[in-house]
């Protein structure tokens, strides 16, 4: 189990080595294990990457997360994008919104992004949408 300065010195480590300050290197490039392993590192815990300690909750899906996830999936099976390019975008929000938002909350986070992103909805369309369905949702809790 990583501790946080460990996790915070890969981090450190990464921003070193982005395109923003990239040294020149010989060809065929040679790296120290310390530079591998950040270049290794992702905001995910996939690939054996330290965990943080959470604990698990068994609980069913909220309508709303299995909505995202059918919009998603619909998204993926229509052609626009797929379950890589959602993992990538969800990993591109950075560490706040990443480690920040739930599971599904950056599902639908990313998904509005790309939309947007892609020109198949406005700002404009996607800003009333939200408000329209918290109005929905404040006249049914009343």
């Known amino acids: 189990m990583a501790t946080h300065t460990e996790f915070q010195a890969l981090t450190d480590g990464l921003a070193k080595i982005t395109p923003a300050i990239h040294l020149v290197q010989d060809s065929p490039p040679s790296i120290t294990n310390a530079q591998y392993d950040v270049l290794r590192?992702?905001?995910?815990?996939?690939?054996?990457?330290?965990?943080?300690?959470?604990?698990?909750?068994e609980k069913e899906e909220e309508a709303w997360e299995m909505n995202t996830y059918v919009t998603c999936e619909c998204l993926s099976w229509r052609?626009?994008?797929?379950?890589?390019m959602?993992?990538?975008?969800?990993?591109?929000?950075?560490?706040?919104?990443?480690?920040g938002l739930p599971?599904?909350?950056?599902?639908?986070?990313?998904?509005?992004?790309?939309?947007?992103?892609?020109?198949?909805?406005?700002?404009?369309?996607?800003?009333?949408?939200?408000d329209e369905v918290r109005a929905r949702l404040e006249e049914a809790s009343r």
């Open 103 to 130: 599971y599904y909350a950056r599902w639908a986070t990313v998904a509005a992004k790309f939309l947007v992103d892609k020109g198949l909805v406005s700002l404009d369309e996607l800003s009333a949408k939200i």
């Open 86 to 99: 959602r993992r990538r975008a969800e990993v591109d929000l950075g560490e706040t919104q990443y480690f």
């Open 41 to 57: 590192h992702v905001l995910h815990d996939v690939g054996g990457q330290p965990a943080l300690p959470v604990e698990y909750v």
């Open 79 to 84: 052609g626009p994008w797929n379950a890589e």
